[in-house]
C-alpha cells in the first residue's frame, strides 16, 4: 500500500498548483466547471492570486502530486461553513485512499478555522463524486445551481452536500 501524504500549499508553491490543477483539468474535464484551455492561458499573476483566495491541498505519494483539492473558508448559503472545491485523483490512484485523505484533511483545515459544516457542490451527472461525498458523510441538500462554466450541455446543475464536522 502506498503512503499518501496530504499538506497545504504554501503560497510560493503556485505553480506546483498550477500543474496539478492543469492535470486535472486535462484528464477529467467533465469533472470540472473550468476548462483546461482557459486555465492554461492564465498569466502568473492570476496563479498566484488564486493562491492567495484559497487553501490548495495536494495529495502525495512517493514524492509525487497526486491530488488536489481546495478549501475556500466561506459559504453564501450555509452559516459557519466551509466550502471544498476542485477535488481530483490521478486515475492511477483512485481508490487507495487520496480522496478521502483531502477531505479529511480540507474538514481539519476548515474546522481549524472555526468552520462547523462542510459544503461540496456535486455535478448531478457526476455518479462517482456522488457516491463518494455521500460514503465520506456528506448529505444532499435541496440546494442545486447551474453549472457556472459548461456551454456544451445546457441544464447541467451541480447538487450542494453538507458535511458536519466535529470541533
Known sequence: MTDISVRVLAENEWEQYKEVRL???QESPE?????HATEAAFD???????MRRSARLVAEADGKAIGIVSVRGEDDLF???A???????A?????AGAAAALVQAGAAQATGHGHRQLVYWVGTDNGRAVAFASSYGFR???YRRPMRVRTDEDGDQELAMVLALNR
Open 140 to 142: 444532499p441538500t435541496e
Open 79 to 81: 452559516d459557519d461553513a
Open 23 to 25: 492535470r486535472a483539468l
Open 91 to 95: 486515475p492511477d490512484m483512485r481508490g
Open 31 to 35: 469533472a470540472f466547471v473550468a476548462d
Open 83 to 89: 466550502e471544498i472545491f476542485g477535488l481530483w485523483v
Open 44 to 50: 502568473d499573476e492570476q496563479w498566484q492570486a488564486r
